[in-house]
């Protein structure tokens, strides 16, 4: 069973479109994040969840909106998508606080190409 | 959150050892050594983690220099799979499981 599923595994689209990536995690985990690859490798953080509410919100264009429906499902809405955007987009999820190691679960990411 | 220095790129020999930096200058009596590591197309994965104490487990070994200033992740067998880029990363007690990824180092196994 994998621990935490993105779909989809890739995504090509043309700019202005909107776009959804889906995460899952079946690890009872109560704490979920997106994380931005860019083309130059930095993995940063986008956002964080815990129990659907929003926790970390880092400066990231309004035309990306995190959706939590529960603590297993992170989803990420992308409007008006630009060129830029191109990415690969990974979810993560953790125990709020760290749990005993602070350890993230990943991912296999999801890439973006926009044309 | 304080920064971590290592170095872009370094080369091993399969089943040799391999020693990775990090320098870490500014680290608060209260972060976390951790390291993940990202195989090719793949999401980040753990490695190992510590405060003070060097740290074993069945993937590696974290040496923390007494100073805390610095440590080192060792793979004791360098195998082909281990080829990845290692990432040094401080982690705040109060920061939950927050990461902030650096640009790691991008290790490479000769066979």
């Known amino acids: 069973d994998t621990a935490v599923s993105q779909t989809p595994k890739y995504l090509v689209t043309q700019m202005g479109n909107d776009k959804s990536i889906k995460c899952e995690q079946n690890?009872?985990?109560?704490?979920m994040y997106w994380y931005k690859q860019d083309s130059k490798k930095f993995l940063k953080i986008m956002f964080s969840?815990?129990?659907?509410?929003?926790?970390i919100n880092e400066t990231v264009p309004n035309r990306f909106s995190p959706k939590s429906p529960d603590k297993a499902h992170l989803n990420l809405h992308i409007n008006s998508l630009e060129l830029g955007d191109s990415a690969v987009y990974f979810c993560a999820s953790s125990l709020r606080g760290g749990g005993d190691t602070g350890e993230l679960f990943f991912g296999e990411g999801s890439r973006l190409t926009v044309l | 959150d304080a920064k971590t220095t290592q170095p872009n790129s370094m080369e091993s020999n399969e089943e040799e050892p391999v020693h990775l930096p990090c320098n870490h200058s500014t680290i608060s009596g209260t972060d976390y050594i951790h390291w993940y590591r990202q195989l090719p197309s793949q999401g980040p994965e753990y490695v190992i983690h510590g405060l003070t104490s060097n740290v074993n487990n069945r993937m590696a070994s974290l040496a923390i220099a007494e100073d805390r200033k610095s440590s080192t992740l060792i793979l004791h067998r360098a195998t082909l799979r281990d080829a990845a880029v290692y990432y040094c990363i401080l982690r705040m007690k109060t920061s939950g499981s927050r990461l902030t990824f650096g640009e790691g180092t991008q290790l490479t196994v000769n066979p």
């Open positions: 690890l009872g985990h109560d704490t």
């Open positions: 969840y815990n129990n659907k509410e929003l926790i």
